[in-house]
């Protein structure tokens, strides 16, 4: 991986959007190091707060930020706006349009108002029409509004991020890979990416913002492998240092089926997440090295180079153990409230006479702790 061109400290302030998601929190980690200083700009400020070595954050809410007002104040002595919130798919209280598109349109526009022209807007590389979901549509939105602004911006549309962490598809990918004895892919597991390091994505960031000539700009972070998604879950079991496994397609239509499941219940398992996977996560990497200058490293070179943990076995295993535990506790909670309320009078007379308690006073505590059971699994 090459330098970034300059190594002094920067004194410019850096508002960095989505500093508590994936990407985020390691880019600020960078960015700090670096020198800058940053103000992380998150819906949940005491979650950076608790963070020690962490700057103090501000909090926005990009379902609610929607006017280019909301987001002026925010601005004052600020150098660089970065953006690299962003959800997969919506769901009750995340709008993916207002946190995808409005929201940043407004940031935007707030930062052409208030004269801070350096702009990095973290998209993604299937952030096109053709992929047809909503999470490409509004990014896509973004994305072009941004263009069409005088700013000095750059969009920066990585493929799949990896890290020595993982979250969302990356967790799940590992907990694939780390299935007793199977490997489960879908359909012919030859959907394609050309995965990027998270350390190499940083320093593109770094490079951005040190190399002014890099301005007006779309750049696809992309690392010099391209591996399918058998390739990589087989890779990952090796890197977890299990023993080899069956390879088992798994038809894409039951697959679609668990995901709309998930589209209920929350997850990375979803029809986005889906129809994304089939669009594919490919890129050109000369472009990537011309436009930056940067030589990331390979998919199974930084895999040598950051060698798994105890702590990543154990999170691959126990990656589906989660929301079994959750579904039976949902179970155990709706099959008490359920019993409780169709319990007939007389039997429930009975049992609240054991307990000392009797007459319409303690039908109706029963009744009532029944609802609150339902309640709870509801909850």
């Known amino acids: 991986?090459?330098?970034?061109?300059?190594?002094?400290?920067?004194?410019?302030?850096?508002?960095?959007?989505?500093?508590?998601?994936?990407?985020?929190?390691?880019?600020?980690?960078?960015?700090?190091?670096?020198?800058?200083?940053?103000?992380?700009?998150?819906?949940?400020?005491?979650?950076?707060?608790?963070?020690?070595?962490?700057?103090a954050a501000i909090r926005v809410d990009m379902n609610r930020d929607v006017r280019p007002e909301d987001w002026l104040p925010r601005l004052d002595g600020?150098?660089?706006?970065?953006?690299?919130?962003?959800?997969?798919?919506?769901?009750?209280?995340?709008?993916?349009?207002?946190?995808?598109?409005?929201?940043?349109?407004?940031?935007?526009?707030?930062?052409?108002?208030?004269?801070?022209s350096r702009v990095i807007q973290i998209s993604a590389i299937s952030a096109e029409l053709s992929a047809g979901t909503e999470y490409a549509l509004t990014k896509l939105a973004a994305d072009r509004f941004l263009a069409t602004t005088d700013l000095d911006w750059v969009i920066l549309r990585p493929s799949l991020v990896y890290a020595s962490g993982a979250f969302g598809g990356t967790a799940l990918f590992r907990a694939l890979a780390a299935l007793p004895g199977i490997i489960l892919v879908i359909g012919r597991g030859d959907q394609p990416f050309?995965?990027?390091?998270?350390?190499?994505?940083?320093?593109?960031?770094?490079?951005?913002?040190?190399?002014?000539?890099?301005?007006?700009?779309?750049?696809?972070?992309?690392?010099?492998?391209?591996?399918?998604?058998?390739?990589?879950?087989?890779?990952?079991r090796a890197w977890l240092g299990l023993p080899p496994a069956r390879v088992v397609p798994v038809p894409r239509a039951l697959v679609a089926g668990v995901a709309r499941l998930g589209d209920l219940v929350g997850g990375p398992?979803?029809?986005?997440?889906?129809?994304?996977?089939?669009?594919?996560?490919?890129?050109?990497?000369?472009?990537f090295a011309a436009a930056t200058g940067i030589a990331p490293r390979g998919w199974r070179q930084m895999l040598r180079a950051c060698p798994a943990q105890w702590q990543d076995r154990?999170?691959?295993?126990?990656?589906?153990?989660?929301?079994?535990?959750?579904?039976?506790?949902?179970?155990?909670?709706?099959?008490?409230?359920?019993?409780?309320?169709?319990?007939?009078?007389?039997?429930?007379?009975?049992?609240?006479?054991?307990?000392?308690?009797?007459?319409?006073?303690?039908?109706?505590?029963?009744?009532a702790f029944s609802v609150l059971d339902l309640a709870i699994a509801l909850a």
């Open 1 to 55: 991986m090459t330098a970034p061109p300059f190594t002094e400290a920067s004194s410019e302030r850096v508002l960095l959007t989505g500093a508590n998601g994936f990407i985020g929190r390691y880019l600020m980690g960078h960015l700090l190091a670096a020198g800058y200083h940053v103000v992380p700009a998150v819906r949940r400020p005491e979650e950076i707060d608790r963070l020690e070595t962490a700057p």
């Open 78 to 116: 600020i150098d660089v706006v970065i953006n690299c919130a962003g959800v997969l798919q919506g769901r009750p209280g995340q709008s993916i349009e207002a946190i995808h598109e409005a929201a940043p349109k407004a940031l935007f526009e707030a930062c052409r108002r208030a004269g801070v």
């Open 194 to 236: 050309r995965p990027i390091h998270i350390d190499d994505l940083a320093t593109t960031v770094l490079r951005v913002l040190r190399d002014h000539s890099i301005n007006r700009v779309v750049i696809d972070p992309v690392g010099p492998d391209r591996v399918t998604l058998r390739e990589v879950l087989v890779d990952l």
């Open 269 to 287: 398992v979803s029809t986005t997440a889906l129809r994304q996977l089939d669009f594919g996560n490919d890129g050109n990497p000369a472009a």
């Open 314 to 367: 154990w999170h691959a295993r126990l990656y589906f153990v989660r929301p079994l535990l959750r579904g039976a506790l949902v179970l155990t909670w709706l099959g008490s409230g359920i019993a409780g309320l169709a319990q007939p009078p007389a039997r429930l007379g009975a049992v609240l006479t054991s307990v000392g308690l009797s007459g319409p006073v303690g039908e109706a505590m029963a009744k």
